[in-house]
């Protein structure tokens, strides 16, 4: 690796507002306009503030045009930010920039230039997940396979990963070909892509690979693309996916200014296709590379910074770097050992009331999760205590059933050969048109080549189908070709409104007459306020269809659940991180899995969770955790093990703290040789190091509420105790109460002052034994 490039002295002019405030490290990567350079941006350094002055800078010193620099992006939300801040620097100097926006974005954009060199019209629909899967069972059920057994889910995730490696159905080798329904995987998806052509259609995939395909095979296209774009930014490299490199390696082959941010250690896509060998590699693809890094830390106190670089060091892919911050003071991370699920979610939302009492803000309060499942507990504290909390991943908004079928209707209306949205809506709101109806539909389609609409037509004219379904599909077409003419004089957010009271959806929720008809016809009038920003239907589907992310913010205060992957990007004043045990976090299934390149992941993952914390940082393990439906113990997470002493204050209830586990985990003669064993709720040891951290047992140190511990054998097999029910108990905290159920060695009391309680056997004493 070429060393890190020495800052440059400021210059002696007064710097232009846009370079004003960076530092020197961000205006070195500023003023490196030519030729390959590698921004090394650490978490909070301030890398978008880099790259806008850096594209500022580009059309303010007129070395580009704003036409003829390429500015790629991950999110929507990340190229409106960089499109606004560069426009707060130059005004009316930075209008136009027509080729900043997302991969997706900018390939929808050049793929309607080029579209008919892979056999599409300009004017081609890009499908959604839900559409792709009717398409895909529909293809499985022709080829006379058992659709259970081959779910189309699955075949639709592996032509999604084929088509992020850059694979079409011809690259496929046997392996891949074996991968579904023993050898018919390639079959099937060229079938696919033929039909997504019969349909004038592509899903999100298609988008990138016809591209990379197009730029290939029709080299004056490159060339053209060479003579266009002068230079090339990217943001986020760490997660390009194959073809996404590829399709960035063929257009920096013209000037050669490519300028790529990202940090290896904050590469946590693999499962969607991100390679993290991208950005490890920059310098082999491009020599000469400049190599900057951004190592100032702008959000975090020192010992947050502290604790996820020494975490971080343990990973063995990665260029090196050390994020420092000149801010002082701030407390420790804090290490947290419980007992159980309940117990964590029980000191989490504590420490939540508590920082609330003290003026903090709910929505600057984080609880990061390494899966889903583990918000549940947190979800019925909060709802117990009323803390309010939002839940970030449940259903986007385009993602409702009333927003697909308003979508598919104006599809079809933009697009009469879109089969997949008349599908959707032939009998929606209920016509009379059948399975029998469409079965028919679709075979007389298939014997006259006509799109699904236009048989249907055809069909209704002929004597094939019953009278009544006849006319009623003749309406329908009749319906389609007034809303086609509308089309021309209304805006979209009017025609929606029409077409949603003239074909009776409006009707038929008013109908319905329950409060979940009313939210969705809700749903649908801020469908159509959306649809106002939008000048034509055709602008305002390709948005819809490009869109990722679900910007409408919550103004009400509340505490933020999440997982850490969803957190990317984000940062908050209080974080709390549960659930770090071996087999959660890292995940067990992550390194059966993948190896030693998913430990370095979740590595990584950690390292996120760690660096999105402004303020405070707090860190829980349990000793025990319901995971779908059985109870696990467990010991603590490697990566605590990892964390800088120095850095961090230990609460935990293993013997010896922090200090025994680094111990432990180093003494293996081969670091990774627990990957390969079995999981520890099995009782079955997986090295020399995890022995003596299983041998070492658990202090009988008191925890806050009075309770004792135990080594990690009486958490496998709890000792009984013959409480029966009806007995009269004392506990610590809730005093005295009556036993009115037993599981186990878990009761259920109802305690005289604080009602039903869920305590264990060890943690009461039996009145009349010296209560």
């Given at each position: 690796m070429n060393p890190s490039l020495p800052i440059p002295a400021p210059a002696s002019d007064p710097a232009p507002a846009y370079a004003a405030r960076l530092n020197p490290a961000q205006r070195a990567a500023v003023l490196a306009t030519e030729g390959p350079v590698l921004m090394l941006a650490g978490a909070g350094t301030g890398k978008t503030a880099a790259l806008t002055a850096r594209l500022a800078h580009l059309v303010a010193t007129r070395r580009a045009f704003p036409s003829q620099i390429l500015c790629v992006?991950?999110?929507?939300?990340?190229?409106?930010?960089?499109?606004?801040?560069?426009?707060?620097?130059?005004?009316?100097?930075?209008?136009?920039?027509?080729?900043?926006?997302?991969f997706h974005a900018i390939c929808a954009k050049m793929l309607r230039r080029h579209a008919e060199l892979v056999g599409l019209?300009?004017?081609?629909?890009?499908?959604?997940t839900d559409d792709q899967l009717r398409l895909l069972k529909a293809l499985i059920i022709e080829a006379d396979l058992d659709e259970k057994r081959w779910p189309a889910r699955q075949l639709a995730g592996l032509i999604d990963r084929w088509k992020n490696r850059g694979l079409a159905p011809d690259d496929l080798d046997a392996i891949e070909n074996e991968a579904f329904a023993n050898g018919k995987g390639a079959a099937l998806y060229a079938r696919y892509q033929e039909r997504l052509r019969s349909l004038n259609a592509c899903d999100f995939g298609d988008l990138m690979l016809h591209m990379l395909t197009i730029l290939r095979q029709h080299r004056d296209i490159l060339a053209d693309y060479h003579r266009r774009f002068r230079y090339i930014m990217v943001d986020e490299y760490q997660d390009t996916n194959t073809v996404q490199y590829l399709w960035l390696r063929l257009l920096a082959q013209g000037h050669g200014n490519i300028c790529v941010v990202g940090d290896d250690d904050q590469s946590i896509y693999s499962w969607r296709g991100a390679e993290v060998a991208n950005i490890l590699r920059f310098e082999k693809d491009f020599p000469g590379a400049q190599v900057i890094r951004l190592e100032q830390?702008?959000?975090?106190?020192?010992?947050?910074?502290?604790?996820?670089?020494?975490?971080?060091?343990?990973?063995?892919?990665?260029?090196?770097?050390?994020?420092?911050?000149?801010?002082?003071?701030?407390?420790?991370?804090?290490?947290?050992g419980v007992w159980d699920a309940p117990e964590e979610a029980r000191r989490v939302g504590e420490a939540i009331?508590?920082?609330?009492?003290?003026?903090?803000?709910?929505?600057?309060?984080?609880?990061l999760v390494r899966a889903q499942y583990q918000t549940r507990e947190f979800e019925d504290r909060f709802?117990?205590?009323?803390?309010?909390?939002?839940?970030?991943?449940?259903?986007?908004?385009?993602?409702?059933?009333?927003?697909r079928d308003a979508l598919a209707y104006l599809r079809l209306i933009a697009q009469p050969q879109d089969d997949l949205a008349f599908e959707r809506i032939h009998n929606v709101p209920r016509r009379g048109l059948g399975a029998k109806a469409l079965e028919a539909m679709h075979a007389h389609a298939r014997r006259t080549g006509l799109p699904l609409a236009a048989a249907a037509l055809q069909l209704a004219d002929s004597d094939a189908l019953p009278k009544r379904a006849a006319a009623t599909i003749a309406a329908l077409m009749r319906q389609f070709l007034h809303w086609r003419q509308q089309a021309?004089?209304?805006?979209?957010?009017?025609l929606l409104r029409l077409v949603l009271d003239e074909s009776g959806y409006n009707a038929m929720l008013a109908a319905e007459r329950t409060p979940e008809s009313a939210g969705r016809a809700e749903n649908l009038a801020e469908l159509a306020r959306a649809m106002e920003e939008y000048q034509s239907l055709g602008d305002f589907l390709e948005h819809v269809s490009l869109v990722m992310d679900n910007d409408r913010a919550d103004a009400e205060d509340m505490v933020t659940i999440m997982t850490i992957h969803a957190a990317k990007g984000l940062e908050f004043d209080h974080v709390f991180l549960p659930g770090w045990e071996e087999g959660v976090f890292p995940s067990q299934r992550a390194i059966d899995e993948g190896g030693l390149a998913s430990l370095e992941e979740e590595r990584r993952l950690a390292y996120v969770a760690i660096t999105r914390a402004r303020r405070h940082c707090t860190i829980l393990h349990a000793a025990n955790r319901r995971i779908y439906g059985q109870w696990v113990s467990s010991i603590p997470s490697r990566f605590i093990a990892e964390l800088p002493e120095e850095h961090i204050t230990s609460q935990t209830t293993l013997s010896g703290g922090v200090s025994l586990w680094r111990a432990s985990w180093?003494?293996?003669?081969?670091?990774?040789?627990?990957?390969?064993?079995?999981?520890?709720?099995r009782g079955e040891a997986r090295g020399p190091g995890w022995q003596r951290a299983l041998a070492?047992?658990?202090?009988?140190?008191?925890?806050?509420?009075?309770?004792?511990?135990?080594?990690?054998?009486?958490?496998?097999?709890?000792a009984r105790r013959d409480i029966a029910i009806g007995a009269m108990v004392a506990h610590a905290k809730f005093g005295r109460g009556c036993v009115i159920d037993q599981e186990g060695n878990r009761l259920t009391i109802r305690f005289e002052e604080v009602g039903d309680k869920r305590v264990l056997d060890s943690f009461v004493t039996l009145l009349g034994e010296g209560a």
């Open positions: 992006t991950f999110t929507n939300k990340a190229a409106r930010e960089m499109r606004e801040r560069v426009a707060a620097h130059l005004g009316s100097a930075a209008e136009g920039l027509p080729w900043l926006g997302t019209q300009p004017n081609y629909t890009i499908i959604d830390n702008y959000r975090s106190t020192p010992h947050i910074l502290g604790a996820a670089s020494g975490l971080i060091r343990a990973n063995s892919q990665r260029h090196d770097k050390t994020l420092w911050t000149e801010l002082s003071g701030g407390d420790k991370v804090k290490v947290i009331e508590r920082l609330e009492r003290e003026g903090a803000a709910l929505n600057q309060i984080a609880i709802i117990q205590t009323g803390i309010n909390y939002r839940i970030i991943g449940g259903f986007r908004f385009y993602e409702r059933a009333e927003i021309e004089v209304l805006s979209p957010a009017d180093r003494a293996q003669e081969d670091p990774f040789a627990h990957v390969a064993a079995t999981r520890p709720e070492s047992g658990y202090d009988k140190r008191p925890s806050r509420l009075g309770e004792t511990t135990r080594s990690p054998a009486s958490i496998a097999a709890p």
